[in-house]
C-alpha cells in the first residue's frame, strides 16, 4: 500500500495456535510513502490514519486485524521498548471439552485441577530468575526473566492463568503453565517448582500446555521520554548477581 518496502516489528511471537489480542508492532515509513497508502474515496473529516485501517481490513485474512494506527516517537521500538507484557491462558475442565464458539481460544483438559496448588506453586517463581527449565533454546539469547504476576482465577469449569513478565522466552508461558497443571493434578508437589529454576537447561519432566489456550493480551510501555533508556536496558544480556 505505501509502494515501498516496510519491515513490520512485533513487540512478541507467539508459537502457532497461540492468539493475542493486544499485540502492538511498529513499522518506519518514509514520509512521502505516507499518501500512498490513502484511497481517493477518503472520507472529509476522518481521524488521520482511519482510512488506512479500513483498508488493511479489506485486505488482511479474517483472523487477523489491526484496531488501530498511530504516529509513534522516534525512540519507539515495539520490541525493545516494551516495559512488560500480559498473557491469559483458559482451560476448561467441563467433561463435555470446550463449547464450540471458544474451542479455538480456550484448552480442554480431562482432569479437574488442584487451583490452590497451583497458586500456591506459582508464588516460588515471581520475581527475577533464570528459565532455562521452561524456555526453548536460543543460541545467544537468556533465559533470565523477571515474572511479576502469575495469579490463577476459577469460574466454574473455566480456569484463568494471568501471566506478566517484562519479557518472555520461547515457549516460557506455555511451559509455566504446563508445569503448574501437573502440581494441579497431584502428580507433583508444590514446591517442584521452585526446583526446576535450579536448572540450566530445558526439563523434560513436564509437557508445555496446548497452545490454543494462550493470548497475548497486552504491553506496556514507558513515557516517551523515557523510551530511549528502556531500549538500551533491554538490549542489554541479563544476568544474575
Known amino acids: 500500500m505505501f509502494r ?16 493475542a489480542t493486544g499485540q ?6 518514509p514520509v512521502d510513502a505516507v499518501p500512498n497508502a490513502y484511497s481517493r474515496s477518503a472520507r472529509p473529516g ?18 487477523v486485524r489491526v484496531l488501530g494506527i498511530a504516529r509513534a516517537p522516534n525512540d519507539f521500538d515495539a520490541r525493545f521498548s516494551a516495559l512488560r507484557r500480559h498473557y491469559s491462558y483458559r482451560l476448561s475442565t467441563a467433561p463435555y471439552g470446550v463449547e464450540p464458539q471458544q474451542a479455538r481460544y480456550v ?12 497458586a500456591l506453586a506459582s508464588r ?25 504476576r502469575l495469579d490463577w482465577i476459577r469460574d466454574g469449569e473455566l480456569i484463568t492463568a494471568h501471566v506478566t513478565a517484562d ?12 508445569a503448574l497443571l501437573a502440581v494441579g493434578e497431584h502428580r507433583r508437589e508444590p514446591g517442584w517448582c521452585a526446583t ?29 521520554d523515557e523510551l530511549e ?13
Open 107 to 118: 484448552t480442554a483438559w480431562p482432569r479437574d485441577l488442584d487451583v490452590d496448588a497451583m
Open 196 to 224: 526446576l529454576l535450579e536448572s540450566t537447561s530445558r526439563s523434560s519432566d513436564f509437557a508445555a500446555a496446548p497452545p490454543q489456550g494462550l493470548t497475548l493480551v497486552g504491553v506496556d510501555y514507558p513515557s516517551d
Open 46 to 63: 476522518d481521524p488521520e490514519f482511519l482510512p488506512l485501517v479500513r483498508r488493511l481490513g479489506r485486505y488482511l485474512p479474517a483472523d
Open 124 to 148: 516460588d517463581l515471581l520475581g527475577l530468575h533464570n528459565f532455562a527449565a521452561f524456555c526453548r533454546r536460543r543460541d545467544g539469547a537468556t533465559t533470565i526473566r523477571d515474572l511479576q
Open 4 to 19: 515501498v518496502p516496510v519491515r513490520l516489528r512485533a513487540a512478541g511471537r507467539t508459537d502457532a495456535g497461540v492468539h
Open 24 to 29: 502492538v508492532a511498529h513499522a518506519d515509513i
Open 167 to 178: 519479557a518472555f522466552c520461547w515457549s516460557m508461558v506455555r511451559s509455566v503453565v504446563g
Open 229 to 241: 533508556a528502556r531500549t538500551k536496558v533491554t538490549r542489554g544480556l541479563r544476568v544474575l548477581d
